[in-house]
């Protein structure tokens, strides 16, 4: 079974209300998209914590962010705010990978400094579209489901 689908099938299964698991997974989503790196996990258990959220539907939604993914969400990100700010990515082939040692993280912080604001607009707003789709999303499996389960436990056995 894939490690998508035991995610989903423990998040069906949570003691919670199918708000609450959608809510807090949503908001996990949020922070994997968050534009600050190496402090999601923190902050996703802080957060549970403070809000009596579900720690598991959060640290799940969080890790859609992991070494796989972290590449490609940030870069979608980053482009989406390059378009939205009009700012050309064209500049990212002026990085002289040849550099070693500190000449390299000058020419690396000089050539990517212009990508911040967009890093980090781009970022959050596909962090704040992602999050709004995977709660509606998941709210709608999680209450199927118990609806289903429900019907067949109300239903008599011939």
């Known amino acids: 079974m894939s490690l998508v689908r035991r995610t989903f099938k423990v998040l069906i299964h949570v003691e919670d209300t199918p708000h609450r698991v959608a809510l807090a997974f949503g908001i996990g989503v949020f922070i994997a998209f968050f534009p600050v790196v190496g402090i999601h996990t923190a902050l996703a258990l802080g957060i549970a914590l403070a809000f009596r959220l579900n720690r598991v539907a959060i640290l799940a939604g969080t890790f859609v ?77 999680i209450e199927r489901r118990r609806r289903l389960v429900d019907g067949r436990l109300l239903t008599p056995e011939p």
Do not use: K, Q
């Open 65 to 141: 962010n992991n070494p796989w993914t972290i590449a490609p969400l940030f870069m979608a990100g980053t482009v989406l705010g390059c378009g939205l700010l009009g700012v050309s990515t064209a500049e990212l082939g002026g990085i002289d990978w040849d550099l070693r040692g500190w000449a390299f993280y000058g020419s690396l912080l000089e050539h990517l400094r212009p990508f911040l604001l967009p890093y980090l607009l781009g970022n959050t707003l596909l962090g704040a579209a992602s999050a709004s789709l995977a709660y509606f999303l998941l709210r709608s499996i």
